[in-house]
């Protein structure tokens, strides 16, 4: 990470795994937040960049599916994060705000 407050999408998902969360909400202009039982917790930390965001997003997409997401203005997918847990992201754009949501799946 070049910014020292930028987040890794890497330690978020290993915090979701640890905090046994079942969703991991991430929003332009919001810190993520952790959800579980109807209950969300946000993560301690300086609100998302759209660049954050995005790097992250890329992270776990790649380029076929943030074509996708530029296109259509919304992608949804399967993603296994270090044979921990798999997620089911799904991520809109609307002008240049992004967000995405990653729910743990089983």
Not at 14 to 40: F, H, I, N, Y
């Amino acid at each position: 990470m070049s910014d020292p407050w930028e987040y890794s999408i890497v330690d978020l998902m290993q915090l979701v795994v640890s905090e046994r969360a079942g969703t991991l909400r991430c929003r332009t202009g919001e810190p993520p937040a952790l959800l579980s039982g109807g209950e969300e917790q946000t993560v301690e930390g300086p609100e998302l960049t759209t660049e954050n965001a995005g790097a992250m997003l890329q992270t776990l997409a790649g380029a076929r599916r943030m074509r996708e997401l530029w296109k259509n203005g919304a992608v949804e997918f399967e993603y296994d994060f270090r044979r921990l847990a798999r997620f089911k992201v799904r991520a809109s754009q609307t002008g240049e705000d992004i967000e995405f949501d990653l729910n743990m799946m089983g």
